[in-house]
């Protein structure tokens, strides 16, 4: 594709079909209608294959029926009906309707009359045959101090690296009375709800709008828009870690299984004994754990000589020789760590764009012992960028910074994440910097067997309506919390909770 | 994909320990050496290199200054950055090439810290400096044996500093390890059985030997008493020729190795320390 082109959008038919849901988890979720899938409410009799985090939803509310010629929607008869596109075509018959073939872009929503009582309790779901497994879903806030937001394909505030996409494709702005939605002369145009957009349109929550088979979905404080991931995805598939204490094995983190996706940043959450170090070390070969950690085809585990100048670790102390200057820390890295073939000039090169990213070149001559806290963390931080590495590690970096420096780190982590690298961090200030992160691990000690396990692996909205929590701090109080749920103390209660959670993600 | 080479890794520390000496402001090292020679030669009498007895009691004095000055140099230069290692070593470093660089590092400071107790102990003894040096002039080979004595102390400083994990532990073993060294010379008491077998091991011995070797101290004045008491197996440890000192000098070198080798094997356990 040539940077200045676009081009011309033909819609694909025949594609693998999907569901894109949106519903009160406040995520996106891309589910795969390989058979026939039944759509309920969730609880705990929820006997449908997709459940729906929504009170308006009914127990039996739909049914998606896969037939030769396509897919089919039937509702089955359920309280509040389902909306096609905006036409409510169903509401509590007994039998419900007769199955509907459902169309490449199609617009379902469950709603409710009462909108004041069921506020954000409606789901959409878009019907599309042309997805790309690699998706992944990003929010954007709209925070009222943006008047607007572009959309295109060049380096915009959503930058969409499509050639379907115009290089200034749409913009979303306030204008008098909320947010809304102008097509800015595109070469494919705006689908808002499935009519094309030829001037200006307020947008009211759950709108979706579309270019070309991108679905941009409006929550009323947000936009979530999809973004392909190019690069590997980092499997973690951990059986168990354990060490031996006093001639007895003691399990230290068990059944630690989930998908990185390449560009995203995730924190790492949990209470003191979590393990969270524990988890970090295993995932980049430090201490390996009974499992697999896949980058790619590589095994980190079995591929470490090939892998470790693709993993970088900054960890809490600052692992530098204060009478080193700031130059030569990163050139003697740059030296051991670059391929021998590397010119001089290219080392130069990046070394300069590494300082440039921390923001360090005016430091280059200082002496790391006269660096301020938060320079010797960049620091480390270009130390580790030096070989360009594709998995990033922080742990705990940001402790005895204060706000601002802390800040500034993640900020750089968020930049290196933007250029497809994977970024796993701790933190103990979860909340300053949560807006940065796309997911969070949230890690707890079972009191079963006194071993860590995931609690939930999401992004944070999902991890506020998962543990009905407003913070991450919150989150983290939860977790620690003895007190019981369900018979249950709250560490094993979610732990259970997400094993169920993530096989209802994964469609199971 | 290639990446630095061991050689191109010993030249990439090698030249960082230089440079960490000068920004480090390393040099203060040397002024240490130079007040303990001082010392040394104020203590040491006016007949060293002129009688027996004051010869070898001086050659202790000097080989103990040597000794300390040497694990001084080095003894908590590894423990103190195991955690930098550790990273490193995770990334890439080849151990032996870490440890070969501070050993050519090391082996410059221990060079410039031999003339200079050579010259002071030079400037104190001047007038009656051995006469007969076997292999260099006098001075030049007084300096190699200091230089000697300095290295492999200096390189037993860097394989203690490679076991254990920290700068404290590092100061707490130092003591130990200079009670050993002169206790077991054989200057302080006549070893026997199992003592004598350790005193092998250590270079406070044949650091002795080599300088008594080159003052000829047998040969030196001596009271009767002395005289009767000197046996054979003295005059073969003391003997002035040069096969033997450069016997002695070849198991210094020998103990660096073997020092070196060790520091490279303890360190290639780094990966295991636990957090």
Not at chain 1, 83 to 91: A, D, E, G
Not at chain 1, 188 to 200: D, E, H, K, T
Not at chain 1, 287 to 303: F, N, S, V
């Amino acid at each position: 594709m040539e940077d200045g082109r676009t081009m011309y959008y033909r819609e694909r038919h025949g594609g693998q079909p999907y569901l894109l849901v949106l519903d009160r988890r406040g995520s996106v979720r891309a589910i795969r209608l390989d058979r026939s899938k039944t759509i309920g409410r969730e609880g705990a009799d929820c006997s449908v294959d997709i459940a729906l985090t929504s009170p308006i939803t009914s127990r039996r509310h739909g049914e998606f029926i896969l037939k030769p010629d396509g897919v089919y929607y039937q509702d089955l008869g359920s309280t509040n009906g389902t909306y096609l596109n905006k036409t409510l075509f169903s509401k509590q018959t007994e039998i419900g309707t007769p199955p509907i073939k459902l169309n490449n872009g199609d617009i379902l929503r469950i709603e409710c009359e009462d909108k004041t009582e069921y506020k954000n309790s409606s789901v959409v779901m878009v019907f599309t045959n042309n997805f790309d497994e690699k998706t992944d879903w990003v929010t954007k806030n709209l925070q009222d101090n943006v008047g607007e937001i572009h959309i295109g394909r060049k380096q915009s505030d959503i930058q969409i690296k499509n050639e379907m996409v115009s290089q200034n494709h749409a913009k979303v702005f306030q204008a008098h009375r909320g947010w809304a939605l102008a097509d800015e002369h595109s070469t494919n145009g705006v689908l808002l709800n499935g009519i094309a957009v030829s001037r200006p349109q307020y947008l009211s929550p759950g709108d979706v709008f579309r270019i070309a088979d991108l679905y941009f979905f409006y929550t009323g404080e947000s936009i979530i828009y999809p973004i392909v991931r190019n690069g590997e995805n980092l499997v973690i598939q951990i059986k168990e870690r354990s060490v031996m204490q006093k001639m007895k094995k003691v399990i230290l983190l068990q059944d630690a299984n989930l998908t990185v996706l390449p560009g995203e940043m995730v924190m790492i959450l949990g209470g003191s004994g979590a393990g969270k170090t524990t988890f970090m070390n295993a995932v980049m070969g430090y201490e390996k754990a009974d499992g697999k950690i896949l980058y790619g085809d590589k095994d980190i585990y079995t591929d470490y000589e090939k892998m470790k100048y693709q993993i970088g670790y900054v960890p809490q102390q600052d692992l530098l020789r204060g009478s080193d200057t700031v130059y030569d820390t990163v050139n003697d890295a740059a030296c051991l760590k670059l391929p021998r073939k590397t010119s001089k000039e290219e080392r130069k090169q990046r070394i300069e764009k590494v300082l440039d990213i921390v923001n360090l070149r005016e430091q280059r001559n200082h002496l790391v012992s006269k660096l301020s806290g938060g320079e010797r963390k960049r620091l480390s931080v270009a130390v580790e960028l030096i070989a360009d590495p594709s998995l990033i590690f922080l742990d705990e970096a940001d402790s005895g910074l204060d706000g601002k420096h802390s800040e500034e780190l993640m900020e750089n982590a968020r930049k290196i994440a933007n250029d497809g690298k994977i970024v796993m961090v701790i933190t103990h200030s979860p909340d300053r910097v949560a807006r940065l992160f796309d997911k969070v691990i949230v890690l707890a000690k079972s009191a079963r067997d006194h071993a860590g396990h995931i609690a939930f692996y999401g992004s944070i909205p999902e991890a506020y309506h998962f543990f009905k929590a407003e913070s991450l701090d919150d989150v983290v109080r939860i977790i620690n919390s003895k007190e019981l749920e369900n018979g249950k103390e709250m560490a094993d209660y979610y732990i259970d909770k997400y094993k169920k959670y993530a096989a209802d993600k994964e469609g199971k | 994909m290639q990446h630095a080479s061991r050689m191109a890794q010993i030249k990439i520390y090698t030249k960082k320990c230089f440079r960490l000496f000068i920004n480090g402001k390393g040099w203060t090292t040397f002024i240490s050496a130079a007040i303990i020679a001082v010392i040394i030669s104020a203590v040491t009498g006016d007949k060293t290199f002129v009688t027996y007895n004051d010869t070898r009691n001086g050659a202790f004095a000097f080989v103990c200054a040597c000794i300390w000055i040497g694990l001084f140099n080095s003894i908590q230069s590894i423990c103190g950055e195991r955690d930098i290692i550790k990273r490193e070593h995770r990334t890439g470093l080849h151990i032996s090439s870490y440890v070969l660089a501070h050993m050519i590092y090391e082996m410059a400071l221990c060079l410039i810290e031999a003339l200079i107790v050579t010259v002071i102990i030079s400037i104190r003894n001047g007038s009656h400096m051995p006469e007969d040096p076997l292999i260099f002039p006098i001075g030049m080979e007084l300096c190699v044996t200091f230089f000697l004595i300095i290295y492999s102390s200096d390189v037993l400083g860097l394989a203690i500093s490679s076991i254990v994990k920290t700068a404290n532990t590092a100061m707490t073993v130092m003591p130990f390890v200079l009670i050993i060294q002169l206790v077991m010379s054989g200057m302080i008491f006549k070893l026997e059985g199992i003592t004598e077998q350790i005193a092998k091991i250590t270079i406070s011995k044949w650091g002795l030997q080599a300088i008594c070797s080159t003052a000829d101290a047998v040969n030196l004045e001596m009271t009767p008493a002395q005289y009767s008491l000197m046996t054979d197996e003295i005059k073969k440890s003391y003997e002035h020729t040069v096969g033997h000192l450069s016997g002695m000098w070849a198991i210094l070198i020998a103990f660096a190795m073997l020092y070196g080798v060790v520091s490279i094997i303890a360190l290639k356990f780094v990966d295991k320390d636990k957090r």
